[in-house]
């Protein structure tokens, strides 16, 4: 079981940055691909970010490319999401999410299948 607490969310002004943290509980979380997911208001739940176990392999959505960054720090057992150059549109719920499977390169993927584990999410919000 892993317990996953997201944090750092809040409001900021388009063109702003804002990073996310994510805390695991467990002592297995370097074997975890970890991902971020989000929801905005009305919509579907997306994919955002996946880093691999190891923190050497990382996969963006389309929509978040070359702005946000994942990483990850297996001593601290936590994920973050670097978020620059934020747009409106970026309006969320945030999500940390931790799977037991392989790493994949696929935004299908991940919004298909899921994750195995979740937090509770932290809402981002971004003015214009």
């Known amino acids: 079981q892993v317990q996953l607490v997201e944090s750092g969310g809040g409001l900021v002004q388009a063109g702003g940055s804002l990073r996310l943290s994510c805390a695991a509980s467990g002592r297995t979380f370097s074997r975890h691909v970890m991902g971020w997911f989000r929801q905005a208001p009305g919509k579907e739940r997306e994919f955002v970010a996946a880093?691999?176990?190891?923190?050497?392999?990382?996969y963006y959505a389309d929509s978040v490319k070359d702005r946000f960054t994942i990483s990850r720090d297996n001593a601290k057992n936590t994920v973050y999401l670097q978020m620059n150059s934020l747009k409106p549109e970026d309006t969320a719920v945030y999500y940390c999410a931790a799977d037991q499977n392989s790493f994949a390169r696929s935004s299908s993927y991940y919004n298909s299948y899921g994750m195995d584990y979740w937090g509770k999410g932290t809402l981002v919000t971004v003015s214009s």
């Open positions: 880093i691999s176990g190891s923190g050497f392999s990382t």
